[in-house]
């Protein structure tokens, strides 16, 4: 089992340009999450989905949209990237509260 | 006041000595505790968990919680270089059906040959 997955390992983007980070698991799981991680401010929730049908907004949703697939994918996009979204991206998988994370994607907007 | 705080660290602890690591956080209704180890550049990764008052023990490392004075701790026995990182402690927490999980910013312990 690969567990969760995520491309790309590390994007550069302009200041206005899209991206979409693609997340996976193959572990069956119902809930799946998108955080950043900045220095000094911890694992932050953008948003996460329950159950494959749902999504909702967790602590820091603004400028992110995602897409739950179906019960494996959860994808974050970024319509118009901005130097404040520099960070490193997680997305994790969880039945029903051990959370287990992706390897993160290294962005950076400059 | 931040949800669930730690101290920043670094600490730094003599190899084969016990690392102690606290957490406190805010809402009473928290309902299960976790601690996450963080390798640098690394994800998270989950090593222990703690639902009810007391400690727990696997291997060396031992999580205690204390619900009435909201604190949970991690101890790291015979702590090991390989111990080095940063140890996230995370809360759960229902909230309309959902259990949100909040992380503190996580403390870093260096371990010294």
């Known amino acids: 089992n690969a567990g969760v997955t995520q491309t790309p390992k590390f994007q550069v983007l302009k200041t206005g340009q899209s991206m979409t980070l693609q997340c996976a698991q193959d572990?069956?799981?119902?809930?799946m999450y998108w955080y950043r991680q900045d220095p000094g401010m911890g694992l932050r929730l953008i948003y996460y989905s329950a159950s494959e049908g749902t999504t909702d907004k967790g602590e820091v949703p603004n400028g992110y949209n995602v897409s739950r697939l179906n019960k494996r994918e959860f994808s974050l996009r970024l319509e118009s990237a901005a130097p404040s979204q520099t960070s490193v991206y997680f997305c994790?998988?969880?039945?029903?509260?051990?959370?287990?994370f992706g390897p993160g994607t290294r962005l950076t907007v400059t | 006041q931040k949800e669930v705080e730690q101290n920043s660290g670094p600490l730094s602890v003599p190899e084969g000595a016990i690392a102690s690591l606290n957490c406190t956080y805010s809402?009473?209704?928290?309902?299960?505790f976790f601690w996450y180890r963080q390798y640098s550049g690394k994800s998270p990764e989950l090593i222990m968990s703690?639902?009810?008052?007391g400690d727990k023990e696997d291997g060396r490392f031992t999580a205690q919680l204390n619900k009435a004075s909201q604190y949970v701790s991690l101890l790291i026995r015979d702590s090991q270089p390989s111990d080095s990182a940063t140890y996230l402690c995370?809360?759960?927490?229902?909230?309309?059906?959902?259990?949100?999980?909040?992380f503190g910013t996580g403390t870093k312990l260096q371990v010294i040959p």
């Open positions: 572990m069956n799981h119902n809930s």
């Open positions: 703690i639902y009810s008052n």
């Open positions: 994790a998988s969880s039945e029903p509260v051990h959370l287990y």
């Open positions: 809402d009473r209704g928290s309902q299960s």
């Open positions: 995370a809360v759960t927490l229902n909230s309309g059906g959902y259990q949100k999980v909040t």
